[in-house]
């Protein structure tokens, strides 16, 4: 009980965390210049997007000494708490919301948020994690800004219980003054493993691949090849990590980065403070716009693969020659087989890959399809790269028709954590709102030469 009197006599309890007091979120389509002052409302359309891991009560530890004592525990706590989130959410007033860690199993939470957002003109989709984990996702679009076209989930089945959303929609006031169109856009929110250890990491990547061939069946179904794409979420990695990467070879920009002019190598913001203690920026903001020529998936996918695959082979002091004669196992030959493969894969812990993504792995590798992997054929893997030719069915010549077309995408005009102590690389100790900041992008329409690809 002597916990709990702290807890309520705590001045944050009943509201809005100090460190964010002098933090103007955006307003509709306010925007900061680069002196730090707000410019006023623009006359182009926008689209801002906000999104923001709300650490659900049930994960959400109030006695350190006790980590079994959860906010889900006492209900004015964990109300309070939302209340205020909602508050923040209402006055940024983002065209889009995606939220993680929203606490699905508790009816009442559930339609505080509803009821609020819709009386605020807001359409909600949520979906929970597989497993009856408790927790899952919140999307919401501001019907003043987009009617939906579709929504769809997507379920991952595998270790994690992670899911995520899919919503097209269709913006209502055309975002070209010369063209009446109504803009198509693409909209994904999900949460994806935290890595325990090095050998989730396939797995994590693996989350995001099956996102991108969800998207790229559906982009090809629906005909959608000139919609941009935004993916919101908590990614659990950072800039350096492996999932980074195959996003950014993919075509996605982090709308963050883009904004404030960073580089990929470039670590100056932070947005979560994990349960270990340390601070790390992993929620992004992620654009696609329809004039990027990416490479096929399946290659992209392959290569990030075998990344990680070298990256716990040298984990291991293993040198390429030393890894070569790992992966061939108790073969005499100079070459690796399948079944060779296959158990190194399991003694590098790697073995988030069904059998079916292990083979086409294993195919990508194998360049000349004997069967078996050679030196050289090794050495793709070692250097992270696969020939674009050795995927028939979806290669770099075929995935264009060779016209252009002018398309509409987005342009990242702004973008800012709350609370801004985080842009700089510091957790503020009086900000108690979640373990993550809040990421909001401001986004205008741009004219585009876009190279029809096949999807």
């Not at 006023?40 to 006790?66: G, H």
Request: overall charge negative; some cysteine; glycine content about 4%.
């Amino acid at each position: 009980m002597v916990m709990l009197a702290s807890f309520l006599k705590d001045p944050e309890f009943a509201n809005v965390d100090s460190s964010e007091n002098e933090s103007v979120p955006f307003k509709g389509t306010i925007l900061r210049t680069k002196s730090g002052k707000f410019a006023s409302s623009i006359s182009e359309p926008c689209v801002s997007c906000t999104t923001f891991n709300i650490l659900a009560p049930i994960y959400k530890r109030l006695d350190q000494q006790n980590q079994s004592v959860r906010e889900s525990d006492f209900r004015a706590f964990w109300l309070a708490r939302n209340e205020r989130i909602v508050d923040w959410l209402l006055y940024e007033s983002s065209s889009i919301i995606c939220l993680q860690e929203f606490w699905v199993g508790n009816e009442e939470l559930v339609q505080m948020y509803e009821r609020r957002l819709g009386a605020a003109r807001y359409d909600t989709f949520t979906l929970a994690r597989t497993n009856n984990r408790g927790d899952g996702l919140l999307i919401a679009v501001h019907k003043d800004y987009f009617r939906i076209l579709n929504y769809k989930e997507l379920l991952f089945n595998d270790f994690g219980d992670r899911v995520a959303q899919l919503l097209h929609v269709q913006s209502i006031i055309p975002f070209s003054k010369d063209d009446d169109t109504e803009q198509e856009i693409l909209i994904v929110n999900t949460h994806l493993l935290f890595p325990h250890d090095s050998s989730l990491s396939i797995v994590r990547l693996h989350q995001v691949y099956k996102i991108l061939q969800y998207l790229e069946t559906y982009q090809r179904e629906n005909k959608l090849s000139e919609a941009p794409v935004i993916l919101c979420g908590d990614w659990n990695g950072s800039k350096r990590g492996h999932v980074y990467k195959f996003l950014r070879s993919q075509g996605f920009v982090s709308s963050y980065d883009i904004a404030h002019e960073y580089t990929d190598s470039d670590h100056k913001w932070v947005s979560h403070r994990n349960h270990r203690g340390n601070i790390c920026g992993v929620d992004f903001i992620w654009l696609r716009n329809p004039n990027k020529s990416i490479k096929p998936l399946k290659i992209s996918w392959a290569e990030a693969a075998f990344g990680i695959i070298k990256y716990q082979l040298e984990k291991a002091s293993l040198d390429e020659k030393d890894a070569f004669d790992f992966l061939r196992g108790d073969n005499n030959g100079n070459y690796i087989t399948y079944s060779a493969f296959c158990d190194a894969l399991k003694q590098l812990n790697l073995t988030g890959l069904s059998f079916q993504e292990t083979k086409e792995l294993w195919v990508q590798a194998d360049v000349d399809g004997n069967g078996v992997l050679d030196y050289d054929e090794f050495k793709r893997i070692w250097s992270s790269t696969c020939p674009v030719h050795m995927d028939e069915d979806n290669n770099l010549e075929d995935s264009k028709d060779g016209s252009t077309k002018e398309a509409i995408g987005l342009a990242v005009k702004n973008a800012m954590l709350f609370p801004r102590e985080v842009e700089k690389g510091i957790w503020p100790e009086n900000y108690h709102l979640s373990d993550h900041a809040r990421l909001t992008a401001l986004f205008s329409p741009v004219r585009l030469m876009s190279t029809l690809q096949k999807l």
